[in-house]
């Protein structure tokens, strides 16, 4: 077979595998247009690699093709992010440390009213969320009969909770 044939079957079969190069390059927070620019780019070093005498290719082609999108794009996103850097105007600080405060407030409020619970309550509430335990573990390790009565208990905490925070201010 002529060598230039065999070249462009190989590119028509690379192409093929775009939509599975962009979903890739995708998880790495590559935009779609973005993507068929790298995915060119990496094709035309795929076929410049290919002509070198020294160049033996160990996987399969659009395997090296992924890898080198992949390459591509990190290096795009570090230059464009170093571009792309600016100084923050007083403004946005201003309104990024007032989002702050709020969070803060709000975890403040939470830990009074978490610390106002019994210790069962925080238990079964820090197993549950905070481990991520299933109810017949947390009847297990609590001392209650079964699951349902540890789900019943999990309810009656956090509506104890809920009634609390809605009573609580900050204390300082």
């Given at each position: 077979?002529?060598?230039?044939?065999?070249?462009?079957?190989?590119?028509?079969?690379?192409?093929?595998?775009?939509?599975?190069v962009?979903?890739?390059?995708?998880?790495?927070?590559?935009?779609?247009?973005?993507?068929?620019?790298?995915?060119?780019?990496?094709?035309?070093?795929?076929?410049?690699?290919?002509?070198?005498?020294?160049?033996?290719?160990?996987?399969?082609?659009?395997?090296?093709?992924?890898?080198?999108?992949?390459?591509l794009?990190?290096?795009?996103?570090?230059?464009?992010?170093?571009?792309?850097?600016?100084?923050?105007?007083?403004?946005?600080?201003?309104?990024?440390?007032?989002?702050?405060f709020?969070?803060?407030?709000?975890?403040?409020?939470v830990?009074?009213?978490?610390?106002?619970?019994?210790?069962?309550?925080?238990?079964?509430?820090?197993?549950?969320?905070?481990?991520?335990?299933?109810?017949?573990?947390?009847?297990?390790?609590?001392?209650l009969?079964?699951?349902?009565?540890?789900?019943?208990?999990?309810?009656?905490?956090?509506?104890?909770?809920?009634?609390?925070?809605?009573?609580?201010?900050?204390?300082?």
């Amino acid at each position: 077979m002529n060598p230039l044939k065999e070249n462009e079957k190989e590119l028509q079969q690379l192409y093929k595998k775009l939509p599975e190069v962009k979903r890739f390059l995708h998880t790495f927070g590559c935009r779609s247009l973005d993507s068929e620019d790298i995915f060119q780019e990496a094709l035309l070093i795929y076929t410049r690699k290919k002509q070198e005498a020294t160049f033996t290719l160990s996987v399969e082609p659009i395997h090296y093709v992924k890898n080198i999108c992949k390459l591509l794009w990190y290096n795009q996103a570090r230059k464009t992010g170093k571009q792309n850097s600016v100084e923050l105007s007083d403004e946005l600080l201003v309104i990024e440390s007032s989002t702050w405060f709020q969070k803060e407030m709000a975890l403040q409020v939470v830990e009074q009213t978490l610390a106002k619970l019994g210790k069962q309550c925080q238990e079964i509430l820090q197993l549950v969320y905070g481990l991520g335990w299933n109810m017949v573990e947390v009847a297990k390790k609590v001392g209650l009969r079964n699951d349902k009565v540890a789900k019943a208990q999990k309810y009656r905490c956090i509506q104890k909770a809920k009634e609390l925070t809605s009573e609580t201010t900050l204390e300082f």
